[in-house]
């Protein structure tokens, strides 16, 4: 009992330092919000052993990337820092991770599918996805830091030049063609089964209507720039999906104001991810001005909401992703080689009977063969 005690509060710890990483950057965007609230994100966040986050995990390390201002998203474990001799700097605190399994739903049949891996339902189409309802167990917690919160950047100099040059390359180029092609279908689908249509209007006000399955935005000619038209498009998006979810889910307070504070921020932060993968930087819509303060408020008086809020942005992110038939960005040739490393180095370790891991820590083994994702045990197990 004194474990999970000790762990949930270090745990607490770490949402309530999330939160206040918000907090400090909407005190800084307060004067300047037309600048880039959030910059570029166009890659996604990858572990040091070689494969990508996903999920919610995704959300997490992207955005505390853009708040913290790192140009190459990849991470490491305490064992992985050992594995390649490097330090974690002073000072500097890890970001938490979540692992588990992923269950798919099969909704015409009403039961699991176990025979269901995630890599083939990744490659399913929008339509094929409906079938299913996807159920995630995120029970096991590790940390991991960013390279640069180590001295991983003075130890390999050649490694960390080759990073920040694979992490940059194109990274300011904007995908138009893709969002304008996406227009032209006129609707998405921000559930499992009704489709919103996209309306561009001459009103100045962007807005989804649940009733009617539709969203309104004005038309290009009434932003200064294009930019702050696909922001305001994708932040709609958002919007639409999480409200559909929140419905879904019957989730919700009884301060309405509260909520809709909530559900912006979510919405804010689902459109960053979306336009950093298309090299667009998110700056805040004008109607969420007046929410800042009660975002502000809201991760003040209460840390932990900031993870209902990057779950439900990281689920408006999946729908638009695949929406938008956007794949990950990677640097595969530069983190194969750290990863090979790593490998090598937890070889050498095993062989020396140095690969035992206490029998209470979650440690992530090889791939499950049902999902397809990194499989959770606890005990004796390789390292992440």
């Known amino acids: ?204 006000s962007p807005r989804y209507d649940r009733h009617l399955r539709c969203i309104e935005v004005p038309s290009k000619e009434h932003f200064s720039d294009t930019r702050e038209f696909y922001n305001t498009l994708l932040h709609t998006m958002a919007h639409s999906a999480i409200i559909e979810l929140s419905f879904a889910n019957a989730k919700g307070s009884m301060d309405p104001l509260s909520d809709m504070a909530r559900l912006n921020l979510a919405s804010e932060l689902a459109a960053a991810v979306i336009a950093g993968r298309l090299g667009l930087s998110q700056t805040l819509t004008q109607s969420n001005l007046q929410y800042l303060k009660q975002w502000t408020q809201i991760l003040s008086d209460d840390p932990s909401v900031i993870r209902q809020v990057t779950r439900e942005s990281r689920y408006a992110v999946q729908l638009m992703s695949d929406c938008m038939h956007l794949r990950e960005k990677e640097a595969p040739d530069v983190c194969s080689t750290l990863g090979e490393q790593i490998r090598q180095a937890q070889e050498k370790r095993q062989a020396a009977g140095q690969g035992h891991v206490p029998a209470n820590r979650s440690t992530h083994m090889e791939t499950n063969q049902r999902t397809g994702k990194p499989q959770i045990r606890k005990g004796r197990s390789a390292h992440i």
Not at 79 to 84: A, E, K, N, T, W
Not at 127 to 138: A, I, Q
Not at 150 to 166: G, H, I, R, V
């Open 1 to 204: 009992m004194a474990d999970n005690t000790s762990t949930t509060s270090s745990i607490d710890s770490h949402v309530k330092a999330y939160a206040d990483l918000f907090i400090a950057k909407f005190d800084s965007i307060a004067g300047d919000w037309r600048q880039p609230w959030l910059p570029t994100l166009p890659f996604s966040s990858q572990n040091a052993a070689g494969h990508l986050y996903s999920g919610v995990n995704d959300v997490n390390l992207s955005l505390l990337c853009a708040l913290k201002g790192y140009g190459v998203p990849v991470w490491l474990t305490p064992s992985q820092c050992r594995d390649l001799n490097v330090l974690r700097l002073k000072g500097e605190q890890g970001m938490s991770v979540y692992w588990g399994g992923t269950s798919f739903f099969d909704k015409q049949k009403g039961v699991l599918d176990t025979q269901m891996r995630w890599a083939d339902y990744q490659k399913m189409t929008p339509l094929e996805k409906e079938r299913y309802s996807l159920r995630e167990n995120f029970g096991n917690v590790t940390y991991v830091w960013n390279l640069e919160q180590t001295d991983f950047p003075q130890k390999y100099p050649d490694t960390w030049e080759n990073l920040k040059s694979a992490f940059t390359r194109n990274s300011s180029q904007m995908s138009e063609s893709t969002l304008d092609s996406f227009l032209e279908d006129g609707g998405w689908y921000p559930d499992d089964c009704h489709r919103c249509q996209i309306i561009l209007t001459e009103d100045s």
